[in-house]
């Protein structure tokens, strides 16, 4: 089963709107990333925020974490054609049994 | 260099045949990873490698054999597989899996696999 949920699945905006993507997950966490993969492509790891941080950012990225509603939102601000793609959080658990769990994915389509 | 490299782009291969997909990186990074992906859905875990060892075998089944022959290699070999295991296939590395280490994964572009 999936650890993290994205919604919505579909976002589209228009190009310099702001984009606010959320994950919920069901399990205690070590961290939690956000990536992002372009049509048919690898991913690319944008942020990771630990489960001791509430807050982070990162150029036009912001992240925040709610350990106690289990959930993250991934914030882009004065969104560009470019940012056109999958966007996916994914959770660890720790320790020595390693595993990333990606989430379903939002896809996010900005119109210029 | 911070790249993963993956080859072959694209692969289309008939259920009894043989091939493999390889995947480089020269990062230093000590865990690899593949990932199966099938369209509009997220990657899923097959197989991790810490220093070289195979750490985690999601249930994967048999027609599938990862090998890692060093450090900065990691193969997949394939056979006898279904029109169904069809997808893109993903290798990524990291540093390590050590406990509370910061562990982004650099991700390849991909192996596109059809099986007819």
């Known amino acids: 089963s999936q650890q993290g949920e994205e919604d919505p699945q579909a976002l589209s905006i228009q190009e310099g709107e702001n984009a606010t993507m959320n994950c919920s997950y069901k399990t205690s966490i070590n961290n939690l990333q956000w990536y992002r993969q372009n049509s048919g492509r690898g991913l690319v790891h944008l942020i990771l925020?630990?489960?001791?941080?509430r807050e982070k950012h990162s150029g036009r990225l912001r992240v925040t974490l709610d350990t106690s509603k289990k959930s993250s939102s991934l914030l882009i601000t004065a969104s560009r054609a470019a940012d056109t793609a999958s966007y996916f959080c994914a959770t660890d658990r720790g320790g020595s049994n390693y595993k990333l769990t990606f989430g379903k994915g939002t896809l996010l389509t900005v119109n210029p | 260099d911070t790249e993963v490299t993956q080859t072959p782009k694209h692969l289309v291969m008939g259920m009894t045949n043989k091939k493999s997909l390889k995947c480089e990186q020269h990062?230093?990074?000590?865990?690899m990873y593949w990932y199966k992906q099938k369209a509009k859905k997220p990657p899923e875990l097959m197989f991790v490698y810490s220093y070289e060892k195979l750490s985690i075998n999601e249930s994967v089944p048999s027609r599938f054999s990862p090998e890692c022959p060093n450090s900065s290699l990691l193969n997949l070999h394939l056979h006898a597989l279904q029109p169904e295991d069809s997808a893109l296939y993903l290798c990524a590395s990291s540093q390590g899996l050590a406990v509370s280490s910061y562990n982004e994964q650099f991700f390849g572009p991909g192996t596109r696999l059809t099986v007819l």
């Open positions: 990062m230093g990074h000590r865990a």
């Open positions: 925020i630990r489960s001791n941080e």
